[in-house]
């Protein structure tokens, strides 16, 4: 990623350019009246020369507001030399994980598909030493993760010294390939044997690289070293997800807010947590970036299609979905509006399920105040149910704002190093970068409904949200969802009653919680916490159907 | 300057064709290539001997100190001790405890080269590759094995070929069946000897029913022909497009084979023209349009589209119509 800046005089204008796997987009900023704005952007399908997108939004610029592009510079053909901050999400590679046992290979597993590689793995009770060689051997394979307690378990001490002459045999075929050794694999003998050197010389001559990470274990927190080590095996200067962090982290220091940043794209998503400094100190944060989150897996399997099936109202049965995920990963650009549109939520509420579901320890933490929604898989969905897609995945009780990336700014921006800069550039930015859409209060605790029977509903409470517009009161019913208008900039109050105490951030009858607006409004969300969706299909269709319907501006299927 | 018309570049780049080619055979451990770098192989030279039923074998192995994990081994039944284990031959995967493990197996159908070449690389449990000037009509993915036949077109563009269509003529050729095939089509065809299926759509239920075939068949005592479907677009069944199909028209009754990397429908004969759609010519590849060709008519601005979505569009000029507006996702040129 290019943070620099060309030129000797301070630049005027900027392009910005972040290439995802599915869809480029471009950006012009400019500075208007002193500070930096979206001029305009552009998005297209990935392979699109994001040159030729810069200068078709900057001739539009010019024929918009030729003044404007005269003061910055921009040709009336589009045509201008600006400096660029570029950043682009890499296709993941596949990292092969092998242990001795299916327990080990569990425990190495759960915490390498919280990284940025494709998981692919085998054990020696589940594999024969030739089909753990075939899969070693797969050109598609970028690196190898073999791991072992520290020390081994009884059931794994039998077939270290297998693992570890595959591997070195691997790494003699193979010497391109990272191979790294957790816990008891490390200092194995058997890797001059395997090679007719000695030990160190033969580390030294492939490219093995022992990790120093904790023995694999079952306890939180344990494999975070081992992460590290597998992420660093990926890091790229310009690598978007990883931007996306110091953009987060840039953001809650900015906004003195704890911003939750939740992502995902082709082939990956991520989730951060970013808190202001306390004190003077710098802002802090925890991220995942992991394949997991991906808008489609690359091989989807049943439990796949099954949990886009249970976001999808139509009547798709298992076959024709996976097929319709498999081309909407082959073209993830095609087919975006109409039934298009709604299967991209749909994959992309799935895909937010499995990030949920990978990153376990941040939903222990208190409801952001910010939650900003990034990627491309968002890009044509309407607010509302943006807004709906994350409250309904990523659930916790409480308030939260919601804001959409809507010109794909904070990868670019967070390639900046200097945290200083990248800040400044921020706060120049941050109103036009982040579409407000809304507040979503999410309470708990109301018991469940009875599906499919409104009759029987009675309210189980009341909002009332008191703005400098029109005073709005909803009667609420536990199960159910309310949208409330509250345009975009506005701040109000919203005072909540109900019957029997809820968990509303904290459990009380009666609070009072300062919400913001969006073009969503005030979303006030009395799902289930977490998320219960009927087993039986139709149901559950019913169910998401009005959801649906209430978020969508017209069904128009 | 890419020479493009103005616009065209952000819409999305199809290759219809590629070459020359350099196509990649994967290997399994215990597979035993024929052929070393830089040789050169005709048509139906075999290229592996393929094992079938593959496992592995714990042995003591060579006694050469430099024996090297991925070399090829066979035991010696004059040495030492004679038994099961002497006569053990495979692919050497590494030493532990002083024994190797060999991947070993019965001798199964060899590996045959279905176009003349080069061999380029020979990587022993990986893959080889061979190189010829040959061109290819590129698709999206190869279920099954190399092969080669007669093309044959049995449906057009947009057509769909059912089971009782198929019969005994079809043999030994490959059959362009058009938007859609079945499950029970295809397996009539592998049943009556076809070599090869070209389609444009093919879901994931036959996918899985013809690798399940497949694998039957490599298991059974007498192997079949290699068999293969090559898709071009993707799973869901929509017509071939209007380029790559007067493409197909030209190959009719001709000698070709599909190959799985890179996935394409491969033409030796050098003298064969494969006519190239004009410049400026876009294909609407998916949409209620999906399958129509016309020419580009130049940058549209957002339009809104179904569910509200506002979408970066591009005028296309329909032969017979006036320009239509559709979203750049949409559309692909041909490169």
């Not at chain 1, 030129?7 to 599915?22: K, S």
């Not at chain 1, 797969?138 to 039998?158: C, K, M, Q, Y």
């Not at chain 1, 081992?226 to 890091?235: K, S, T």
């Not at chain 1, 970068?433 to 499919?452: C, D, E, I, K």
Request: with cysteine.
């Amino acid at each position: 990623m290019s943070g620099s800046q060309q030129g000797a005089r301070t630049p005027r204008t900027l392009a910005v350019a972040d290439v995802g796997g599915a869809t480029a987009s471009v950006a012009l900023l400019g500075q208007v009246d002193g500070r930096w704005r979206l001029l305009g952007g552009l998005a297209a399908p990935a392979g699109a020369p994001v040159d030729v997108l810069c200068q078709v939004v900057a001739a539009r610029i010019a024929a918009v507001d030729p003044e404007l592009a005269r003061d910055l510079e921009i040709g009336a053909n589009g045509q201008a030399d600006f400096p660029w901050l570029r950043s682009r999400s890499h296709p993941p590679a596949t990292l092969l994980v092998l242990a001795a046992t299916r327990r080990a290979v569990g425990l190495l597993e759960s915490e390498a598909v919280r990284t940025g590689w494709r998981c692919v793995s085998a054990s020696t009770e589940t594999h024969d030493p030739r089909e753990m060689t075939a899969l070693a051997l797969r050109p598609d394979v970028g690196a190898i993760l073999i791991g072992a307690g520290d020390p081994p378990g009884p059931d794994e001490r039998s077939a270290l010294d297998d693992l570890a002459a595959l591997g070195a045999a691997v790494a003699h075929r193979r010497e391109d390939l990272p191979i790294v050794l957790a816990g008891a694999m490390r200092g194995r003998g058997i890797w001059g044997e395997a090679s007719r050197k000695p030990d160190a010389e033969a580390a030294a001559s492939t490219s093995l690289r022992p990790v120093e990470a904790p023995a694999v274990s079952g306890r939180r927190g344990a494999g975070a070293d081992l992460r590290a080590v597998l992420d660093g095996l990926l890091a790229e200067p310009d690598d978007g997800r990883q931007a996306l962090r110091r953009s987060a982290e840039s953001l809650a220091d900015l906004l003195d807010r704890r911003v939750e940043l939740v992502e995902i794209g082709l082939d990956g998503g991520t989730r951060v947590l970013a808190e202001p400094g306390v004190a003077g100190a710098d802002p802090s944060s925890q991220a995942i970036v992991t394949v997991v989150g991906a808008l489609v897996p690359t091989e989807a399997d049943d439990a796949t299609v099954d949990g886009v099936l249970s976001w999808t109202t139509g009547g798709l049965d298992r076959h024709r979905m996976a097929d319709r995920l498999r081309d909407l990963r082959a073209h993830p650009w095609a087919d975006a509006s109409g039934d298009g549109a709604r299967l991209r939520l749909a994959a992309a509420s799935a895909a937010l399920m499995r990030l949920a579901a990978v990153t376990p320890e941040f939903g222990l933490r208190p409801a952001p105040d910010v939650t900003v929604v990034a990627g491309g898989a968002f890009a044509t969905a309407p607010p509302a149910a943006i807004a709906l897609a994350v409250a309904g995945t990523i659930r916790r009780t409480g308030a939260t704002q919601i804001a959409f990336d809507h010109a794909r700014l904070l990868g670019p921006i967070g390639t900046i190093e200097d945290a200083a800069e990248r800040r400044a550039l921020l706060a120049d930015l941050v109103v036009d970068a982040l579409v407000p859409l809304g507040t979503v209060v999410v309470a708990g605790g109301l018991g469940v409904r009875s599906t499919g029977r409104r009759r029987d509903r009675v309210a189980s409470g009341r909002v009332h949200l008191a703005s400098d517009e029109t005073p709005t009161t909803r009667d609420l019913v536990a199960g159910g969802l309310a949208f409330l208008p509250l345009a975009p900039g506005s701040v109000a109050e919203a005072r909540f009653e109900f019957e029997y105490p809820v968990h509303l951030g904290r459990q009380a009858r009666r609070m009072t919680v300062p919400v913001t607006g969006g073009l969503a409004g005030l979303v006030v969300d009395l799902r289930d916490v977490p998320m219960r969706l009927p087993e039986r299909r139709d149901r559950r269709r019913t169910i998401v159907a009005d959801w649906s319907a209430m978020s969508w501006p017209r069904d128009e299927r | 300057m890419t020479g493009l018309p103005a616009g065209l570049e952000l819409v999305r780049a199809r290759a219809l064709t590629v070459g020359p080619i350099e196509a990649w055979f994967p290997m399994e451990p215990g597979d035993r290539p024929l052929v070393t770098a830089g040789e050169a192989v005709v048509a139906g030279a075999p290229l592996t001997d393929r094992l079938r039923d593959p496992r592995t074998e714990v042995v003591a192995g060579p006694v050469e100190a430099d024996a090297e994990p991925g070399t090829w081994w066979a035991g010696d039944p004059s040495r030492g001790r004679r038994g099961p284990a002497s006569r053990v031959r495979g692919e050497l995967l590494f030493r532990s405890a002083r024994r190797w493990r060999v991947a070993a197996g019965d001798p199964g159908e060899p590996l045959v080269a279905p176009f003349a070449g080069v061999v380029g690389v020979v990587r022993s449990g990986i893959g080889l590759s061979i190189r010829t000037p040959a061109r290819g009509l590129l698709g999206v993915d190869v279920i099954g094995d190399a092969t080669t036949g007669r093309l044959d077109i049995v449906a057009p563009r947009d057509g769909y070929v059912r089971a009782s269509e198929i019969d005994i003529r079809a043999a030994d050729s490959i059959l362009v069946a058009g938007a859609h095939i079945d499950a029970e089509a295809i397996t009539r065809a592998r049943a009556v000897g076809v070599r090869g299926i070209v389609v444009a759509g093919l879901g994931i239920k036959e996918r899985r029913e013809i690798v399940a075939s497949e694998r039957r068949a490599r298991a059974s005592v007498h192997a079949l022909s290699p068999f293969a479907v090559l898709v071009l677009e993707g799973a869901i069944g929509r017509p071939i497009a209007p380029a790559m199909m007067t493409m197909l028209e030209a190959l009719q009754g001709l000698s070709v084979a599909i190959i799985a990397e890179p996935a394409c429908l491969v033409v030796e004969d050098p003298k064969v023209g494969l006519p190239k759609p004009a410049p400026g010519r876009v294909g609407i590849a998916a949409g209620p349009l999906a399958g129509v060709e016309g020419a580009w008519g130049g940058l549209a601005g957002q339009i809104r589209c179904a569910g509200g979505a506002f979408l970066e569009a591009g005028y296309v000029l329909l032969d017979g119509r006036g320009p239509i507006a559709v979203p750049l996702g949409d559309l692909e040129r041909y490169a």
